[in-house]
Nanobody
Framework: QVHVLESGGGLVQAGDSLRLSCAAS????????MAWFRQVLGKDREFVATISGIDGSTDSADSVRGRFTISRDNAKSTLYLQMSSLKPDDTAVYYC?????????????????WGQGTQVTVSS
């Protein structure tokens, strides 16, 4: 069983930066794709960013590209999401997800393990 636990959310002002962390356990962390998704209350959960377990390549949603950076520290079994130039529209619960595949994907169905989420609130 794989467990993932997010941390680092909070209340910030527009234009601020914030870093989310996701600690993973239960298997060889570096071998599998990981991702961040987010969800606003009453809306569908949406893709934010993903990182490959093959070569560390990344992909991110158009809405966050250039502002958010996904990265991983395999030695610490930890996934990160560095968020900068935050906007009120970034307000959401952010979820860390672990795949059973090595290749990255934007599809939620490729991710079998999910954290409980961490709230990010950006005030204007």
């Amino acid at each position: 069983q794989v467990h993932v636990l997010e941390s680092g959310g909070g209340l910030v002002q527009a234009g601020d930066s914030l870093r989310l962390s996701c600690a993973a356990s239960g298997r060889s962390f570096g071998d599998y794709a990981m991702a961040w998704f987010r969800q606003v209350l009453g809306k569908d959960r949406e893709f934010v960013a993903t990182i490959s377990g093959i070569d560390g390549s990344t992909d991110s949603a158009d809405s966050v590209r250039g502002r958010f950076t996904i990265s991983r520290d395999n030695a610490k079994s930890t996934l990160y999401l560095q968020m900068s130039s935050l906007k009120p529209d970034d307000t959401a619960v952010y979820y860390c997800a672990a795949s059973t595949y090595r290749s990255r994907s934007r599809r939620q169905g490729r991710y079998s393990y999910w954290g409980q989420g961490t709230q990010v609130t950006v005030s204007s």
